[in-house]
């Protein structure tokens, strides 16, 4: 996780996301932590995950706010590094480009330029990440806040990710998968609807059959680009849906590399 650029998408053309995802997964030294069209979550996801870079659209038809909006949110934020913010746009105005300047980002990347494409944007913050990594240098006051806040953290990023796939926030299943996948980040064990059962006072059976509907719904009512796009792991053919255990240790994993 030391060596991995940590990078915020912040970008409202779906084709665009996929590409920039599918980039970032065959590589081994950048790291996606959010993908988002909002430009007010946009803001929220900077304050929790303190990417190392923002990869910011300036216009977010398909979304909400605009890239500006973002950037005017940073410059009122206290962060212990702020994250290098590229700008990736299709808007040509000068005005609105010393606009973005001024507000602070850090390079402004046309859409237009004969050799843009997502691959030349990441290769762009490869070539800076050694000077950026060496900015992001959290204060003491971080380092002593850390082992409180992780928790929260994590709670609120496996909240985001289960949002993004669809999982029913009023399913029973709901608090038992966000349980397993803390635990199994602390502690990977074999025996966790066990364990998640004796906590809720309920039988492993129930915990089980719970976190398994749970997921089964969001793979019959989520758009499939939606799942395809933010759930990267294989899935066997025959069962169509990831198992619990499949699952859980996916995102797990996921969310303890990134932390």
Known sequence: MENKLTILLVEDDRQTCKEFINLVDNSDDLLLVGVTNNAFKAVDLIRDRLPDAVILDLELHSGSGNGLNVLSALKDMSLSAS??????????????????????ADFIMSKHQPDYSEKTA???LRMLSPVIKSNQKPSTADSEEAPEYYEKRITRRIISELNLIGVNQKSVGYKYLIDGII??????????CSVI????????????RAIQNAINRAWATTDIDDLLTYYTAKISSSKGVPTLTEFIFYYANKLKNEY
């Open 197 to 208: 059962a004796k906590k809720y006072g309920k039988t492993e059976c129930s915990v089980e």
């Open 83 to 104: 994250p290098y913010i590229l700008v990736t746009t299709n808007n040509s105005s000068a005005v609105t480009y010393d606009a973005a300047r001024k507000l602070g």
């Open 183 to 192: 635990m199994t980040i602390k502690n990977p064990t074999q025996n966790l």
């Open 122 to 124: 990441l290769e762009f």
